[in-house]
């Protein structure tokens, strides 16, 4: 199976301490949230350079500490050929977790 090495959670690209917790904050509320009306897809939107990566790796980190997170893939800027390995990517991980 195509897997995509690297593409998943990177502590090292999370947010510094104490920084973007308002965000951070609100998009775990989002996901905590068990209103089946609630919207389930959430975008993460911004120039570049703003901390969109940053937020997403926090997210995941927070998500792998409390056991709830399937999959992480982040797409590479340069890597135009990351996205094919996308669904294998996931798809294993998901297969992987207890």
Request: hydrophobic share 35%; aromatic share 6%; proline share 4%.
């Amino acid at each position: 199976i195509a897997y995509a090495e690297g593409a998943g959670m990177d502590t090292d690209k999370a947010c510094l301490d104490g920084t973007r917790e308002e965000i951070q904050r609100e998009v775990i509320d989002w996901i905590d949230d068990a209103d089946p009306s609630a919207p389930s897809i959430l975008w993460l939107s911004g120039p570049a350079g703003t901390g969109k990566s940053a937020i997403a790796h926090s997210i995941a980190c927070a998500m792998k500490d409390s056991g709830a997170l399937g999959s992480c893939f982040c797409f590479k800027k340069g890597d135009v050929n990351r996205y094919t390995k996308m669904l294998p990517t996931i798809s294993c991980d998901l297969a992987g977790r207890d």
